[in-house]
């Protein structure tokens, strides 16, 4: 089987790029031809080349709408020279279907839907509540969603989200999967007098850093000086999130709050392994994760996961069973969950292990890259 797969992001460090990784690894040792179309060179070029999968770039751009009418003109006149050479590059490629991994991009869908190619169209991401944005053709949006030959949803969230907007569009759940080895760590936590957390992942509004250094300042407050905070990722790019992002510095500073660390993203799986390593809380603040391949990162850790109650995440967690769920948007709730981990150790370590117990056994990549291949089989008729 001839698989091309269509990426919007070429940073290797973002969940729908782990996931594909992932992915790619269990197609390739069953023997398929896989090959990635990216928009500009970056750190997943690398990571495609150890797995032995070709990549090619094609400039395009996301189909998010923008403020200016002339940014959305010149986006759209990108993206019809796209899909041209899209086109080209699919008929000579002679694959037999696409793949594209993450919705904001809309340039390979139109590419294959004209050349009558299958194809199946994977949402991860709730575009309004979790990235902030609308399509700039909902019309073209719905038409392709619902043209595909199956849409994979990564959780039962998702699925709702996208139903109201594209009802006739022939949905399946597919949880990601993920390289347990990577992550998976047998640790003691709560064993010292510092307690440390961490909150991973873009800093922008909607994974809502601001809630976990509120926290971390209102239990400074009740006397919980050795509560430290690790906040990792890179400012997004947008105007928002890049406001967002030194307003939440400013804060830090503001409130001389010396327990609050800003890191740089770690893209290295090793590293990143290392700072959870030493972590005895992971915090998902997020107001409408996808699906949260972080939160299940975080439980394999042998971490507390202490995570909003939004989004996908309530389907990953059961409070008080395999984590703890706050109020999201209420840091005085997440400083509670916080203090009450510290006085009650001996049940988060429960509460921990049962957590990892169940990232393992429920995200195996390996029944992962069966799912999607037996659907693969299932829209090319036993091909």
Same mark, same amino acid.
């Given at each position: 089987?001839k698989i091309c797969f269509l990426i919007a992001s070429t940073n290797v460090a973002g969940g729908a790029n ?8 269990? !197609? ?19 990571? !495609?080349?150890? $797995? ?6 094609? =400039? ?21 020279? +796209? ?6 590059? !699919? ?25 009558? $190619? ?6 991860r991401e709730n575009i309004w509540e979790g990235l902030g944005n609308e399509f700039s053709s909902p019309k ?22 996208? #139903? ?50 509120? +926290? ?12 430290? *905070? ?9 105007? #928002? ?15 001389? *709050? ?16 290392? $700072? ?6 992971? *915090? ?12 299940? #990162? ?15 995440? =309530? ?18 709730? !997440? ?21 990892q117990d169940y990232a393992r056994k429920s995200f195996d990549p390996g029944l992962y890259g069966r799912k ?5 089989? #299932?829209? $090319?008729?036993?091909?």
């Amino acid at each position: 089987m001839k698989i091309c797969f269509l990426i919007a992001s070429t940073n290797v460090a973002g969940g729908a790029n782990r996931s594909l990784l992932d992915l790619l690894l269990c !197609l390739r040792e069953d023997g398929h031809d896989c090959s990635v179309v990216m928009n500009a060179h970056g750190t997943m070029e690398q990571a !495609l080349d150890d $797995l032995g999968v070709s990549h090619k770039v094609i =400039p395009f751009v996301s189909e998010m709408k923008r403020r200016k009418l002339s940014t959305n003109l010149t986006k759209q006149a990108v993206n019809v020279y +796209a899909e041209a050479k899209l086109m080209l590059y !699919l008929k000579r490629g002679g694959f037999d279907l696409f793949h594209n991994n993450s919705l904001p991009v809309l340039a390979g869908m139109d590419a294959a839907a004209q050349i009558g $190619l299958p194809y199946i169209c994977h949402i991860r991401e709730n575009i309004w509540e979790g990235l902030g944005n609308e399509f700039s053709s909902p019309k073209k949006a719905k038409r392709l969603i619902e043209g595909a030959a199956r849409t994979i949803v990564i959780s039962d969230y998702i699925r709702n989200t996208y #139903e109201a907007f594209a009802p006739s569009a022939r949905y399946l759940r597919i949880y990601d999967g993920i390289q347990i080895r990577e992550y998976y760590e047998e640790k003691e936590i709560f064993t010292g007098v510092q307690v440390t957390a961490a909150i991973i992942g873009v800093i922008n509004p909607h994974k809502n850093q601001k809630d976990a250094v509120k +926290a971390v300042d209102i239990l400074k407050k009740r006397g919980y000086g050795n509560v430290r *905070l690790l906040v990792v990722g890179m400012i997004g790019k947008w105007h #928002e999130s890049r406001r967002y992002g030194e307003v939440l510095q400013e804060q830090v500073m503001k409130r001389g *709050l010396d327990e609050v660390s800003f890191i740089p993203p770690i893209e290295d799986t090793e590293e990143l392994r290392t $700072l959870r390593r030493g972590c005895d809380i992971n *915090l998902i603040c997020s107001k409408a994760e996808g699906m949260g391949r972080t939160t299940i #990162e975080s439980m394999l850790s042998g971490s507390l996961t202490i995570a909003a109650d939004a989004g996908a995440t =309530p389907e990953l967690i059961r409070d008080g069973e395999t984590g703890l769920l706050y109020k999201c948007g209420d840091p005085r709730d !997440l400083a509670d969950k916080i203090e009450y981990a510290i006085k009650n150790t001996e049940q988060m370590r429960t509460i921990a292990r049962a957590g990892q117990d169940y990232a393992r056994k429920s995200f195996d990549p390996g029944l992962y890259g069966r799912k999607i291949e037996e659907l693969y089989t #299932e829209v $090319l008729g036993g091909r």
